[in-house]
Nanobody, 122 residues
């Protein structure tokens, strides 16, 4: 599966952004989907994941209550709604697909999008 993330940009602290990740192919609904981010000089960080049907979601503590993951299997797209953004949320955001959601470590995910930059100004 090929993934294309979009929706990043520059936003002031306290603002919102909605990231999208479009997947190619007919097998989108067979993958768990996730979002990660990587800030300069830091390791890639798990943010959120959603199961194949969207019935279960997972969040890192750093974004719980501020970010919401969702998916539309009819449009082969996963979303990340980000509210109450903070300067420390500045990073490149990546979507990922995993045939079997087996954990939050980036090495366990099978496919990656190219990343979209989110910059939060103070």
């Amino acid at each position: 599966v090929q993934l294309q993330a979009s929706g990043g940009g520059l936003v002031q602290a306290g603002g919102s952004l909605r990231l999208s990740c479009a997947a190619s192919g007919r097998t989108f609904s067979t993958y768990a989907m996730g979002w990660f981010r990587q800030a300069p000089g830091k390791e890639r960080e798990f943010l959120s994941a959603i199961t194949r049907t969207g019935g279960t979601t997972y969040y890192a503590d750093s974004v719980k209550g501020r970010f919401t993951i969702s998916r539309d299997n009819t449009k082969n797209t996963v979303f990340l709604q980000m509210n109450s953004l903070r300067p420390e949320d500045t990073a490149v955001y990546y979507c990922a697909a995993d045939i079997n959601f087996s954990g939050t470590a980036s090495r366990e995910w099978d496919y990656w999008g190219q990343g979209t930059l989110v910059t939060v100004s103070s």
